[in-house]
Every structure is written in C-alpha cells, then in structure tokens.
C-alpha cells in the first residue's frame, strides 16, 4: 500500500510541476509586457504638443522615427533623447519637413522597419495563442491522469480535524459519533449482525460546518478522507462522470476502512425528470453512484458523507435504504454555539480584554460559522490598519457591519438634497420601528454611505426563533416601507433609494400568501414553485387573485407607515435633523430622543 501511495505521490508531483510550469510562463510573460509597457512610459515621454513646441522653439537636435511606427525617438539640443508619440505621422514628417526648409536647423532620419524591435510585439501578439495551448495541454493531461482517479479526488490519509474543532452542534455530533465507532472498530458491529450505514446526508446552508464535521468524523476515527464536488462534474466532458465515480470507489474499497466525502451532491445527484442532454450524463453518474454504493459489501468500511444545501433538489432513489439512509440537518448555529465558534476561531488570534464575544454572538444571529470565521479575520485586518496592538472589541463591531451592510465611505460627495433624504428615509425606518411592538429595537441609524447603501438602519438581532407569527411579518413590511413613506411625507417626492427595502418587502409579502399561507382570502395553500398546469387547479384566475393578495398586504403596511410617521412627526424631524448635523445616532441617544 506504502508503495502506491508513492507512486500517485511522484505522478501528484509531476502535475505540480506541470502546473508551476505554466505558470511561471504565464507570470513571466505577464511580467515581460508590464515591464516593456512601463519601459515606454518611464523613458521620459514627451508629449505630442510639447514636442511642437520644441521643435517650434528650434530645440530639437535630431529627430529618428522608423516607418510604420508612431514612436519617435526625440535629441533635445544639449539634452537628453526622450520619446515621443505622434498621432499621424504623415502629418508630422510634412510638418518637420516645412520647418526644415524654413532654416531650421535639425536632423530628421526615417529608419525602415527594425525587425529586432518587432520581435517582442510579435512574441506578445502569440502569447494568447501560448496560453491557450498550454491550457490545452493541462486539461488533456488532467484528463490522463484523471483516469487513473488522480486529480479531481483530494486524499487526505490523516487529516488533523477533531470533533472538538467543530463548535456547537452537540446533537449532530452525538448522532454521528456512533460513525466513528464503526469506522474504528467494523468487527464489534457486524459481529451483533448489525447492518452499518452506509451513506449520511449533510443538509444545511453553504459554511454552517458541514465539510468540516465529515472531516472530523474521519479525524477522529483516523482514517482516510477521500473527497470530490458534484460540481466538479457540471463542468467535464461528457461521459467522464461515470467513470470518475467508479475511480473514486476504487479507490475507497484499496483505502478502506475510510471516508468518501462527495460534496455539493444535489449538481449530480438532482432529481431525474427528462431524458434530454445534460440531464443523461448527469443520470449515469449519478446511476453510477448509485450503483456504486450498493456495491460494497460489509467487509468494507465505507461511510459515504454527502452535503447539500438543497436537500428538495435530490433524487429520491438516493434517499432509499442501503444509500443515504440518514440524513442530519446542520443548522445555522444558535447563541451558544455562535459564541464557541467565536471562541475557537479568536483563539489563535490577539483579542483585548474589551473584546465582549457574548455580545458579538447576539449581534450575530443567522450568521454561519464561516461568516463569524470570516468577521474574526476581517476585525485582524481592521485592527491591523487601525495600528491597534490588539483586537478591540470596535474592530468586530466594525467588521460585523462590514460584512452586513459594507464598508463606510466617507469619500462619497452627496449633495445636501441627497443627505435630507437620506436622513429622512433612515429616520423613518428608525421611527416607525419603534412603535411596533414586535420589530427589535434600534441599534444605530447612519447616513453614511457603506457599500452600496446610501445609508442604513441597523436593529438589534432577533433572537434565534423557530417561528415568526403574522403580526410580526406584518410589521416588518411597516418597518420596511417606514423609509419610503418619510420620503413621500416630507419631501413629498420619492426616490431609488427604497428600491431594496421594497424588494424585501415584496418577496416578505409573496410569501405570506403563498408559503405560509397567511392570506384570509386564499387559505393555507402552498402555491409556491407550481407548474402553470398546476395552478390552474386553483381556478383561472389564481395568479390574479395571489398578485391582489400581495398588494393588499403591500398597501395596508404601507399606509400604516404613513400614519405612524404623521402621527410622531416631530419624532420624524428631529430625528432627520440630528442625523443631518451628527450622521450616526447609536442606540442610547436614539431612546432618549423617544424619552
Ligand atoms: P460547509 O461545508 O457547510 O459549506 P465548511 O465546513 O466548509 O462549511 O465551513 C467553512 C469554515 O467555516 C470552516 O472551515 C470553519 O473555519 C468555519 N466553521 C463553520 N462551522 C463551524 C463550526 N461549527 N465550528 C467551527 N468552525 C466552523
Ligand atoms: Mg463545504
Ligand atoms: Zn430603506
């Protein structure tokens, strides 16, 4: 086993160089017409008017063009030789010409067409053509060695990954433990005669932790990790699918006992409806996974993980018994397990004791454990250029808001129409929100542009609830159409500004009468992603009377902004007016206005 493990090593090399190879090429060619480009303009350049009036002021020694090139080669009397560019260079050489035998005293030579100097043109003119062909090359090599089950699966005999890497879910790991178990000791299990699993699925949002539990259960029990993308599939030539699939499992049953892990299988293992194109190729490999894992018997140990967030998508055949019979849903994490994922990932970064992670896991609530990964590094950073010797706790604060709503521009020039209405939208949000008794309070109102926001109103996070109620939907729409109502109000016009706010607000209101079927009129139906001969089921003007629905919600929570906003106008203002002199109000000064 050692010895062929050697060799995929030396052929995994060879494909590094390879791949080194070309790049090299391509970075030094890149490289080379940088350095040529800035070689033209460094050279001190004279411009094309200037050049006039030298030669009008008689400064000029001697003059060099070559024919068919509009780059001349300029002597300044005494001075140094500079370049220069000429728009047309017929114009120019009648112009020189005439000063010539005006009396001017300078030289003027035509050189024919240097063939040295064409070289590197003519190099960088092929070097697209280069490129692709060594593209070319890489693919068709990629290919060989892909038949030998090389490239597209990524072997990781022992990767390091522990459950205790894995923060917060404790069910999902207590479900999955029993895993490891099997994989450690196979013996003790069918000695019982009990049947061991052989497939899990994964369902949960991209970045909630799911390659890196499939990691830790291989971890743990110490086995290889042999992994591959469905999507890998999407983009390869046709009828290769198959064929890597049985590579993969051929290799699974040399390293078994061991872990193949197929990731984004919903791109292979959709749901079979046609038999058109794309959709055969994606059948075989899926028909050979199928196949595949209903193959291996019980002296092999292997567990077959899968992930998706689009569990709706997958064919059923893949759900039957003997495949992926248990299905483990990885949930975005909750408080607690916000907070240890926080923890894990500050550990082995340099925080300050004002760092409060407790309240960055309540402001963060829906956010996966890749995104609070990713806030943790973007606060280093925002330290970093703060020249903070630590992490503070204003770094995270900054960086959550970074990767909500964007990065603050101060260099944004706004003029004062564009402030009054940018303060007049975000109070009325702001307002309007206080006085619904189930949106979450106000954290900070800004008229600060930050991405691509003009301004923003930001709450304090919902804490984690399984159900949200129609009351609670309904007062969002307000709140939401609060900022587009303020504009109307005050300056009596309306702006783009609200275009997103009412993106929201329409797909919040679809919902409600489709998905959770909150519409008195229309009942507790699902019309959601129906085929049109479906609906037709529902009567013939079924569309009609769901858009109607839709815009009866729109209309209500809309005029109930308006009367909100009429009702504590002189809230509205003030509220306008100390964002138009201070442009951020945080939450303490905002209740006080209210107090
Ligand atoms: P998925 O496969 O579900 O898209 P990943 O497993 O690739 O998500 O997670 C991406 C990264 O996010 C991980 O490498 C890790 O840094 C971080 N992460 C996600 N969930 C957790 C968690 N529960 N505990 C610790 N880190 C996590
Ligand atoms: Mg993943
Ligand atoms: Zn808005």
Redesign the pocket.
Known sequence: MDKKNKNKNKKSLLMSVIVLIVFIIIIAGIAIYYVSKDEEKDNKVLAYTDLIKEISYGNIEKIEMTVGSTNVKVKIKGGEEKRAVVPNTEAFIELVQQKISEGNDFELIQKPKNIITQIPAAILSIFPTLIMLALFIMIFKMQGLGEKGQVYEETERKTRIRFK?????DEEKGELIEIVDFLKRPEKFTRMGAKIPKGVL?Y????????????AIAGEANVPFISMSGSEFIEMFAGLGASRVRKLFDKARKLSPCIVFI?EIDAIGSRRTSNSGAETENNQTLNQLLVEMDGFSSEETIIVLA?T?RPEMLDKALLRPGRFDRQIT?PT?DLK?RL??LR??SAEKRLSDSVNLESIAEDTAGF???????ILNEAAIIATINKHEEIENADIEEAVKKVTVGLEKHSRVYSDKDKKLTAYHEAGHAVVSWYLPTQTDVKEVSIIPRGVAGGYTMYKSDEDKYYISKTEMKEKLIALLGGRAAEKLVLDDISTGASNDIEVATKIAREMVTKYGMSENLGPIDFQGKEQGDMLAFGENIGDKIGNEVKALIDEAYSSAQKLLIDHRDKLDVIAQTLLTKEKINEQEFQKIFE
């Open positions: 890497d894995v923060a917060g879910l994964l949960g949002k991209p970045g909630t932790g799911k390659t890196l539990i499939a990691k990731d992930a967030n990885i994490p397990g240890e994922i894990i990932h996966t454990g890749a995104e609070l990964a990713n």
